[in-house]
């Protein structure tokens, strides 16, 4: 059973569209992470949010925490090639373990 | 700045093997953690560490040893490798102070068991 339920598993746009990426769960986490990882090489992190509700944005992406801290999500407006990778979610559950529970992923294609 | 350096790179193994995958980070990380990846699956939790002597199982233990004797390594060790071990293997460590800190990772050991 997945945690961290992630959609779409993967996603082709041009250049130049939006697009939205999912993290959802049942559970609560004390943070969610979100990182990209290109081929070959290992997930680098993007961003971290924390408060329920909480807002992020990283240039043109968008991070958003639900309310009740059990989902989030990635929005890209006018994507680029460059963006194309593997996005993670991965959620901390309370208690400071330091284990990460991670998302299926997310592959972007963006052609030009 | 190193950070996460994993050793090797690549390795083929046959079924039966044994082999152990080095890990070392060089930040005085107190979290460490082992990780597979398969398409589709994401990232799944092997074992971690909260400090030197210390050791937790993750979602998907069996198969697989660790033990933390220094804070700088971490080695996973695959007692008798089955295909079914077949993957990506990253190791990943952090500040104390989880849910802000990043995890940072090594670029991955490839290993097929044939």
């Known amino acids: 059973t997945q945690l961290l339920e992630q959609s779409p598993q993967f996603l082709s746009i041009q250049e130049g569209e939006n697009l939205t990426v999912y993290c959802n769960s049942s559970s609560v986490f004390s943070s969610l992470q979100w990182y990209r990882q290109e081929p070959g090489e290992g997930p680098v992190l993007l961003v971290t949010?924390?408060?329920?509700?909480e807002v992020k944005k990283l240039k043109r992406l968008t991070f958003q925490f639900g309310d009740a801290r059990k989902d989030s999500s990635l929005h890209i407006t006018a994507a680029q090639t460059g963006d194309t990778g593997l996005y993670l979610c991965?959620?901390?559950?309370?208690?400071?373990?330091?284990?990460?529970?991670f998302g299926q992923g997310t592959t972007l294609q963006v052609k030009p | 700045n190193a950070g996460v350096t994993q050793t090797p790179k690549f390795q083929v193994l046959k079924t039966g093997q044994s082999m152990t995958l080095q890990c070392a980070q060089d930040?005085?990380?107190?979290?460490m953690s082992w990780y597979r990846q398969d398409p589709g699956m994401g990232l799944r939790l092997i074992h971690y560490s909260v400090g030197a002597g210390i050791t937790d199982q993750g979602e998907v233990p069996n198969g697989y040893n660790v033990s933390r004797s220094t804070t700088e390594d971490f080695p996973l060790r695959l007692l008798s490798a089955a295909p079914s071990q077949t993957s990506v293997y990253f190791c990943?460590?952090?500040?104390?102070?989880?849910?802000?800190?990043?995890?940072?990772f090594g670029d991955g050991t490839r290993l097929s068991i044939l």
């Open positions: 930040m005085n990380h107190e979290y």
């Open positions: 990943a460590s952090s500040g104390r102070g989880l849910p802000n800190q990043p995890q940072h």
């Open positions: 991965a959620g901390a559950r309370p208690g400071n373990t330091g284990k990460l529970i």
């Open positions: 949010v924390v408060t329920g509700g």
